[in-house]
């Protein structure tokens, strides 16, 4: 099959391919969406977090129910306090934020692939005298470097990794966008200007997405430097070392700054763990990395198989007749730069595989060049059979786009998490500027969400029976938030004098109280 019905490749028409495809993976994202409340984890913190900005009135420093925090990069919630003030404050708007920074960098990406396989382009113009009126009528969407460009965003959209991450609150898609972009700034040079620009701007943004792994940029930028021949004296360019400086600079004024006010030192800090991680490897340092490496491997099939036989082409078939078929200084360079900053975010101990969304954009650009690679033979044309390829994962992205289309939003919604229901309870039935009281919940991130369902905030937990009655001696209008199951605990336990009385429940979380005269009416349900 040369061509999809209306679908575009080599003709020219390759725009209409294009934009079905990122119309497809936006709905299929935004679709994501709805999936019920925030869970108890990052992403509840980071979009209380990101509530509070307009409620202080300045960007920085973050807090975290009225208290400065020092840990947590800018980016993430200013984009999300962004959309907060364009759609309110609620969870679609929290991670709808997350969807956009994901698609730019799926497009990033897209230019990233065409501009690294330039090089091809430039083998066949040395190897053969081309028609220049085909060329001309192929000069953007027809030319190979496109082709494989398209095919790299198809390869980082179709990743179950980021997939997964594309439609919720992560660190590592912010971070995944400046790197992938300063990634395209780099490729960009020495040629183009513009590049400089990309290059200082994605710095700087990687570092306030992510702390001090955004400086990983640059020892992988440099490493690449030295093993791909057409850039490497770039590192003696004015423009590269002044927009590496400006980078650094801007990032480097923020991250001193908060790492100061925050009292730990380097090693405490979470902002430099992956440094810190380098400087003092963690126990068992060989078997984290094989450990992340694995997480990777087995989360991003199967284009982790294309991307391991480019990694081993690379490594260990270097010769002369492999770098003719592309497998030189632009694979190569792709590689040390995804491995020098895998290295060390494995080494800070990158518990979910959202740390390692950074490194996908480069994996992504090395499979598709290896499944262009695979496609070359004799008398064939490449950019055909490769614009083929683009058709038929578009098709695929449109028909599950039409399948989510046709599906009620109701439907979607199969994660049943009460805790919304509960936090606007907890607000009804607790005075405004007062707390609710906290029996074995995790402070941080339940905390976050009756804040940001409810508004009232969350004492940190009480271990205790003794506690407990402590808590309710001192104030018998006190509403505590706990599970079921640990209020029959306390009812059982022979520490606690009052007679509980829950007041609210809704799936496990219950609101409870002591049975006074004067304690709220409020019926259990």
């Not at 990406?109 to 009528?137: M, N």
């Not at 592309?326 to 900053?341: I, K, Q």
Request: net charge positive.
């Amino acid at each position: 099959m040369a061509e999809l019905p209306f679908l575009a490749g080599e003709e020219g028409r390759g725009h209409i391919l294009a934009l079905l495809f990122f119309l497809a993976v936006f709905l299929i994202a935004v679709w994501g969406i709805w999936q019920g409340a925030l869970p108890a984890s990052e992403e509840a913190v980071l979009a209380q977090i990101a509530n509070e900005v307009p409620r202080i009135g300045r960007a920085l420093p973050l807090r975290f129910d009225g208290v400065p925090v020092h840990d947590t990069p800018p980016i993430a919630p200013w984009v999300m306090s962004l959309m907060y003030s364009r759609f309110g404050v609620n969870d679609f708007a929290a991670r709808f934020a997350f969807v956009l920074l994901s698609l730019g960098a799926v497009y990033v990406t897209c230019l990233a692939g065409r501009a690294a396989s330039r090089d091809w382009e430039a083998a066949a113009a040395r190897s053969t005298a081309p028609d220049r009126r085909v060329e001309h009528k192929r000069a953007h969407w027809g030319t190979l470097p496109t082709a494989v460009g398209l095919f790299s965003a198809v390869v980082l959209a179709a990743s179950p990794i980021f997939g997964k991450f594309m439609p919720h609150i992560s660190l590592g898609i912010p971070f995944a966008f400046f790197a992938v972009l300063g990634l395209l700034g780099w490729l960009m040079l020495p040629k183009n200007r513009w590049g400089f620009v990309l290059w200082g701007a994605a710095l700087a943004g990687s570092v306030l997405s992510a702390g001090a792994g955004g400086f990983l940029l640059v020892p992988g930028a440099l490493a690449a430097l030295a093993v791909d021949r057409d850039r490497r004296a770039l590192w003696r360019s004015p423009g590269f070392v002044i927009a590496t400086l400006a980078g650094i600079l801007i990032g480097g004024i923020w991250i001193v700054s908060e790492t100061a006010r925050s009292g730990s030192g380097f090693f405490d800090n979470v902002l430099w763990a992956p440094f810190a991680g380098v400087v003092r490897p963690p126990a068992g340092a060989p078997r984290v990395l094989l450990d992340s490496l694995t997480i990777v491997w087995l989360g991003n099939l199967p284009w982790s198989v294309p991307a391991t036989i480019a990694a081993a082409r690379v490594m260990f078939f270097r010769s002369k007749g492999t770098r003719e078929a592309g497998a030189g200084g632009v694979d190569a360079a792709l590689l040390v730069f995804a491995a020098v900053v895998f290295i060390p975010l494995s080494l800070a101990g990158g518990d979910t595989p959202g740390a390692f969304l950074p490194v996908l954009p480069f994996v992504s650009i090395l499979s598709a060049r290896e499944v262009a690679r695979w496609l070359r033979r004799p008398g064939k044309d490449l950019a055909r059979r490769l614009w083929t390829l683009d058709h038929v994962a578009t098709a695929v992205f449109c028909l599950l786009m039409l399948l989510i289309v046709t599906t009620p939003v109701s439907v979607r919604r199969t994660a049943n998490d009460p805790i919304g229901d509960v936090a606007k309870m907890a607000a009804r039935i607790v005075p405004p500027g007062s707390r609710i009281g906290n029996f074995g919940q995790p402070y941080r991130e339940q905390c976050a969400r009756t804040l940001f369902y409810g508004d009232r905030a969350l004492d940190r937990p009480l271990a205790s029976a003794e506690e407990v009655a402590g808590a309710l001696r001192e104030n018998p209008r006190k509403i505590f938030l706990s599970s079921s199951r640990d209020v029959e605990t306390l009812r059982s336990s022979g520490a606690m004098p009052f007679d509980i009385r829950v007041l609210f429940g809704a799936g496990d979380l219950v609101l409870f109280g002591a049975r006074t005269a004067d304690a709220p009416e409020t019926e259990a349900r």
